[in-house]
């Protein structure tokens, strides 16, 4: 008898998430995506058709309730292994007795691995010989992007599909049939208040364990029966929120908030700060990216920037949080509002790009240094013009080696101080071609 069954027939004793766990396909909430009539998944399951899979999404949303769906629709033998708990040679175990199942008894075992991003790549070769054999129909779950953490041997033989949080709505339904569910608190008697049901699902980020966690806390402490907006409220811990530092979900966050800077929306940018910050970010990780952004995005736009991101992180590691939280506020507003350029970030790409094609072209002699007698004879420096004896500084003169001569790598925009920059350097560019310009020597 495997760990679900053992569950259910126990029942009592294991936590009201576990209880409510679906046992068919109708009983599923949520997923539709996947599960509605005529999606791929569920003709799979109905047609017992199915390969490896991997179901990939947050947690709470259903990823081991489908795995146990799938066993009993398909009336395979469900064996469940935990990428934490388990080893290398538990999974070896589970092939052979899988091996002998099929053998004999012409069953399938679907072996469903938990958090099998936990196992590193060359631990999942482990599962390759039974997959493609076909002893094992394998699902992985995974709160991790696939691609990144499943062995791409293993991947390609897969279907992944991806999960969603739950929505309000959904969990509410969870919520009511736990209630009225003899497997749930059906024999309690309990009612609740529908605004207490709404706050719990309006606080579990779509994840059903915590919702019906929280509602059973709740429950145990409801003395006169009923479940109120109060409890649920005494009920209710800081969450932790869904950001993992090592984590696709802190890429995804830091991604949101470079863009809402870049894309001058200083509130986004905000909401992402307050995100990061609530979940633990590490601040001086932030100022970097903002530091980065200041040159990458702002530019010569507005040089102050890359001063004011500096300015931050100075003021981040001497005040500390949660003061510093200010200073990170108001070095954000300012990158946020900020004109945007990246003319210098392209300019160094583009010149860096012209290095690795063309190598150490030569520097042209007349720029060249000469301190030596044998240099200045090999007219090193000669006709070098020295920009502070001609008109407002400049010397037409080129300085790229002569393969690149008039090529152009920074073009400033039409924006902030940049403006001025390039007036400058478009008024410089038509002094390059007045022929009776006296500073042309």
């Known amino acids: 008898m495997d760990l679900f069954e053992q569950t259910l027939e126990n029942g009592t004793g294991a936590p009201l998430a576990e209880r409510m766990r679906p046992r068919a396909l109708a009983e599923v909430v949520g997923q539709q995506h996947l599960l509605g009539e005529g999606k791929l998944l569920r003709r799979l399951i109905e047609q017992d058709q199915l390969s490896s899979l991997i179901f990939w999404g947050p947690p709470g949303t259903g990823k081991t309730t489908l795995g146990q769906v799938i066993a009993n629709c398909t009336r395979s033998r469900f064996v469940f292994f935990s990428a934490v708990l388990g080893s290398i040679k538990d999974v070896r175990e589970i092939v052979a007795e899988a091996k002998q199942q099929r053998a004999y008894h012409g069953r399938k075992t679907l072996l469903f691995v938990d958090e099998i991003h936990r196992f590193n790549k060359a631990q999942q070769d482990a599962f390759l010989p039974a997959v493609e054999k076909g002893d094992v129909i394998l699902i992985g779950a995974t709160t991790e992007n696939p691609s990144f953490e499943v062995n791409s041997a293993l991947l390609s033989r897969s279907r992944v599909f991806v999960l969603e949080p739950l929505g309000a709505e959904e969990i509410e339904t969870l919520l ?36 019906l966690g929280t509602l059973e806390i709740a429950a145990t402490a409801a003395t006169d029966g009923t479940i109120t907006k109060e409890l649920v409220r005494d009920s209710l811990q800081k969450k932790a929120l869904l950001y993992d530092k090592g984590a696709e979900e802190h890429y ?17 940018a905000l909401y992402w700060l307050a995100r990061m910050l609530e979940a633990g970010e590490d601040p001086l990780f932030i100022c970097r990216r903002m530091v980065i952004l200041a040159s990458e995005d702002i530019g010569n736009a507005d040089p102050r920037a890359l001063q004011i991101a500096l300015a931050v992180q100075q003021a981040v590691h001497f005040v500390g949080l949660p003061e510093a939280r200010i200073n990170l506020a108001q070095g954000v507003t300012y990158l946020a509002t900020a004109p945007k350029s990246n003319a210098s970030y392209l300019g160094i790409d583009k010149a860096l790009a012209e290095v690795r094609k063309s190598g150490a072209l030569p520097v042209p002699k007349h720029i060249r240094n000469a301190p030596t007698k044998l240099m200045k004879n090999l007219d090193y420096g000669k006709g070098y013009r020295y920009a502070h004896d001609y008109e407002d500084g400049y010397a037409d003169q080129t300085h790229l080696p002569d393969k690149l001569k008039g090529t152009l790598y920074y073009q400033p925009v039409d924006r902030g101080y940049e403006k001025m920059i390039r007036e400058r350097m478009e008024y410089l560019k038509s002094r390059k071609t007045r022929p009776d310009d006296p500073d042309r020597g």
Not at 192 to 198: D, F, P, T
């Open 176 to 211: 009511r049939r736990a209630l009225d569910d003899p497997r749930g608190l059906g024999e309690a008697g309990l009612s609740s208040e529908a605004e207490a049901l709404a706050l719990i699902a309006a606080q579990a980020d779509g994840d059903a364990r915590i919702a």
């Open 252 to 268: 995804n966050v830091i991604s949101a908030f470079i863009k809402s800077l870049r894309g001058s929306d200083p509130d986004a």
